[in-house]
């Protein structure tokens, strides 16, 4: 098997629903670009093992937890120069995922955020407005050594836990490709 490039991780409490479609979006582009996905499970939904078997992830099983703590302990279990947090929403396509990740583990930034389906002129005002925090549904590629560098997520931090690592990057230097990038 080729050297995996990074490790996709969705978390199923947060995707809710959402879940299946979002693994249908990246579970082909984990094939084709030698990720790892994963699924962080804490809820014991008993459909969860089946659905990670359809779309080939692996089921990260992780105390009840805030969603930091999740994230940190299913990262510390997870392969890869590169982590990718599709987000609460779907990512655009596999193909501008693909192409940010690839930027970031070129070098040319340390953190791309990643775009969602959702587009428009008020979306974009909120945006601006939020421009220190993650933007609703977008998700995050970064480096693991920058992931480390700055301590993983806050393990007391629930549903505000990407939106404080994104800060957090920010604030130590890290270069953000921007949203619509």
């Known amino acids: 098997m080729a050297d995996i490039t990074g490790c996709i991780l ?3 409490r947060s995707a809710g629903s959402r879940l299946p479609r ?3 979006i990246v579970a082909p ?5 030698s990720f790892s996905l994963a699924i962080i499970d804490d809820t014991g939904d008993a459909r969860l ?3 990670a078997h359809r779309y080939g992830a692996r089921l990260l099983s992780v105390i009840p937890a805030p969603l930091g703590q999740r994230i940190n302990d299913a990262i510390a279990r997870s ?8 987000g609460i929403g779907s990512v655009s396509s596999a193909e501008t995922l693909s ?7 070129a070098g040319r930034g340390d953190v791309a955020l990643l775009p969602t389906l959702q587009r428009g ?6 945006a601006w407005l939020r421009r220190s925090r993650l933007p609703r549904g977008e998700g995050l590629c970064l480096s693991r050594a920058w992931f480390e560098r700055i301590g993983g997520c806050d393990p007391e931090l629930d549903d ?3 939106d404080e690592l994104l800060e957090r990057l920010r604030a130590c230097g890290a270069r953000t490709r921007p949203t619509d990038a």
């Not at 392969?79 to 599709?86: D, M, Q, S, T, V």
Request: proline fraction near 13%; hydrophobic fraction near 60%; glycine fraction near 6%.
């Open 121 to 126: 002129p008020l979306r974009g005002l909120l």
């Open 49 to 51: 093992p089946r659905m």
């Open 79 to 86: 392969p890869g120069p590169l982590l990718i947090f599709p």
């Open 99 to 105: 192409r940010l990740a690839a930027e970031v583990a």
């Open 10 to 12: 969705i978390d199923a």
């Open 29 to 33: 582009l984990a094939r084709a670009e």
């Open 22 to 24: 979002q693994l249908a």
């Open 160 to 162: 505000d836990a990407l």
